[in-house]
């Protein structure tokens, strides 16, 4: 209903042509490829693929056309996501409809719509959160993951297939590099800055090897962005 009020309102500008929509990420980027829009207009949680996933491969595939993320989360982590992904501005739905057209106007000039407040926000929550959570190996996130979760030590153990005593070593390097005293602390920080909020484990177990699957859900659908930093550096931005 949403974007099919969007839709009508934007088309009634004399100024602009909606000349596609798509339910989810994958279909996004069909359209993206097949249809080269001057500006997307997306949401930051879809299912299939999530909106930084799509935002950051229409950024590598097709540089000319500039994302405005569109979205009902407030979220310093999906702001700083959709920043890194290469979005040239992020929009609340809750906005009104002047501003989301203003917004889609400035995107489609060539502007960059983020406000001051809102760069400041995505690079606090990636200097105070983010990298922290990247100094982590895929191990250790995988532990703090299960900590969150309330697991004990012999669970964590027995998901991982490794021993207790390789989970207590875990746990420990995590709470140095989170500069925290104990694993409450540890849990608190995760589910506090949304770091372990809508994980979903799937886990398939064959023989001796296993395959583990991550997934952030952060309301609206459910996606997976593989992400290489440099020292010091916010992905997505050089």
């Not at 099919?4 to 490829?33: C, H, M, T, W, Y």
């Not at 540089?63 to 929009?91: C, F």
């Not at 995590?174 to 920080?189: F, M, Q, Y």
């Amino acid at each position: 209903m949403v974007r099919n009020g969007l839709q009508a309102f934007l088309n009634a500008q004399p100024d602009i042509l909606v000349v596609g929509e798509a339910s989810d990420g994958k279909e996004a980027l069909r359209q993206v490829e097949a249809l080269r829009p001057d500006v997307v207009l997306l949401d930051g949680c879809l299912p299939g693929l999530d909106g930084p996933a799509v935002a950051a491969a229409i950024r590598e595939r097709y540089p000319e056309v500039r994302v405005l993320a569109l979205s009902a989360y407030n979220d310093d982590r999906l702001l700083w996501e959709m920043w890194a992904a290469g979005a040239v501005g992020y929009v609340l739905k809750e906005a009104s409809p002047q501003d989301i057209l203003s917004a889609v106007r400035a995107a489609g000039r060539g502007e960059t719509c983020f406000r001051p407040e809102q760069v400041e926000r995505a690079q606090r929550w990636w200097e105070e959160v983010g990298q922290k959570w990247e100094s982590l190996t895929e191990r250790e996130q995988e532990v703090l993951t299960l900590v969150a979760e309330g697991r004990s030590n012999r669970e964590i153990a027995a998901i991982l297939w490794i021993s207790e005593k390789t989970v207590e070593k875990h746990v420990g390097q995590i709470l140095e590099k989170l500069g925290v005293s104990t694993r409450i602390e540890a849990a608190i920080w995760a589910v506090g800055e949304g770091i372990s909020a809508g994980v979903e484990k799937v886990r398939r177990i064959k023989g001796n090897k296993k395959w583990w699957i991550s997934t952030i859900d952060n309301g609206g659908g459910v996606g997976y962005t593989e992400r290489r930093t440099e020292e010091g550096k916010i992905p997505g931005r050089r």
